[in-house]
């Protein structure tokens, strides 16, 4: 049986190695990629209409805005996920293996110090039974 400190490690090792699931990772870069698009929204109606003013700074938005909503920035985005992360199901399963085997190191630590008392008391009730205490 596992001590409570190595099933303890095991479930953190575990957790820092897997500290989310694909899914929530897909998730997280679309959730970052809509935000990014909406930061970066360019209104683009003053050029059509012949006005809007060509400096740096607005051309640096326009090309900001042009990349950041292209399907090649998404994909590039997605390309850069952790490519060892499990899947949602297989690491909740995992985490639940672990948190139980803590559980179970735990109640084994109790148990083990219930029946060392419970040793102990039948050791004085005995004593005390041939009037040695």
Known sequence: MASVDEARAKLAAFEAEQPQSIESA???ATD???RARQVT???LAPVFRGGGELN???L???ILAYVVGSEGFAQWVSSQLPADLLPEKKR???LKKLHTAVGE???ALVRAELEAQQEQTAAKLAALERGEG
């Open 41 to 43: 929204a360019l209104d």
């Open 26 to 28: 897909q998730q997280c």
């Open 105 to 107: 190191a735990e109640k």
């Open 92 to 94: 909740s399963a995992q």
């Open 60 to 62: 640096y938005r326009a």
């Open 32 to 34: 970052w990629l809509e």
């Open 56 to 58: 740096y700074d607005h």
